[in-house]
């Protein structure tokens, strides 16, 4: 297996991504090691709040809500995970696992912010982040979940099943235009480009193919049970968890309800469903988004 490393020229021309790149060198866990990028803006004593992306996107997804964030008071950082943005990726579709970007996305928050932090997650941001939650709730002062959810089993929505054929078998996965088709708010070509610009050729892409194959949605796939173990601890946090999902999103809309029911920081919250607003919400409202991080940070007395 090799690891690529996306030519730093790709990133020469991207708008409005104007933060500094700060790297830490992740152990892969096979006598390999890759480069992981993060954006890291903010006083560097400040509250920390983590941006955790999802599926295909990269930090660039959220250079709307990082200067509101830094603007409260918050230190910001914004991880890509290993296969995605500015990280580096391996090309073998078959060595991606669930467990695996868990372990790797736990080894750069503990060298990084090991402070407890809030924590704003989407898509499969927030199928790591929710298990990390879940492993270690002290860590984390609060929760705005979008988009997201951590499945065990079940039965998937034909939604989701032809999205994880599309990312396994087209022969034409193109990044930019799927998150242009994933957004209410219409993309530039130069923002299109800028999803795109982590891919530049196919096998860069493995991480990015192998991601809807790994979401645990049906009995007996890997990470079922590892959920399912997570879930008790998940719905036992107390701290402040508000919910803001897409009113537009066919993937994942209804789907806050269990995360509502269960978690015991939910209730009483105003949670939202925001319109206009697809799956990659940080486009479409990053304001809203960022005011619900902003909200729950001070109501933990996380944010002064």
């Not at 998937?156 to 099943?161: D, E, G, I, N």
Request: with cysteine; hydrophobic share 40%.
């Amino acid at each position: 297996m090799d690891i690529l490393r996306t030519p730093a020229e790709r990133f020469d021309d991207i708008p409005d991504y104007p933060f500094a790149e700060n790297w830490f060198e992740v152990d892969l866990g096979n006598g390999q090691t890759a480069r992981q990028h993060y954006v890291d803006e903010g006083d560097k004593g400040a509250p920390p709040v983590l941006l955790f992306h999802g599926e295909p996107s990269w930090s660039f997804l959220y250079r709307k809500m990082i200067p509101i964030l830094v603007d409260a008071g918050f230190r910001v950082l914004a991880p890509d995970l290993i296969g995605f943005g500015k990280s580096d990726k391996p090309d073998d579709i078959a060595f991606f696992t669930y467990e695996l970007h868990v372990d790797w996305l736990k080894q750069w928050r503990n060298a990084v912010e090991p402070r407890p932090a809030a924590l704003f997650c989407q898509d499969w941001g927030g199928l790591l982040g929710l298990r990390m939650v879940a492993h270690d709730p002290d860590l984390f002062d609060c929760v705005v979940a979008s988009n997201t959810f951590l499945p065990a089993g079940g039965t998937p929505s034909q939604a989701f099943l032809a999205w994880r054929e599309f990312a396994r078998s087209s022969p034409d996965f193109r990044i930019g235009p799927l998150l242009d088709r994933a957004t209410q708010t219409p993309l530039t070509e130069a923002e299109i480009a800028a999803y795109d610009a982590p891919f530049p050729d196919e096998p860069s892409k493995a991480a990015a193919r192998a991601f809807p194959s790994l979401v645990p949605v049906e009995d007996g796939m890997p990470g079922v049970a590892e959920n399912k173990a997570a879930w008790p601890a998940l719905a036992a946090f107390d701290k402040p968890f508000l919910t803001l999902f897409g009113d537009e999103d066919p993937i994942t809309k209804g789907s806050e309800k269990f995360l509502i029911d269960r978690i015991e920081g939910a209730a009483g919250l105003d949670h939202r469903t925001l319109s206009p607003c697809g799956h990659f919400c940080q486009e479409d409202q990053p304001e809203a988004l960022a005011q619900g991080v902003i909200d729950m940070a001070r109501k933990a007395g996380h944010l002064a």
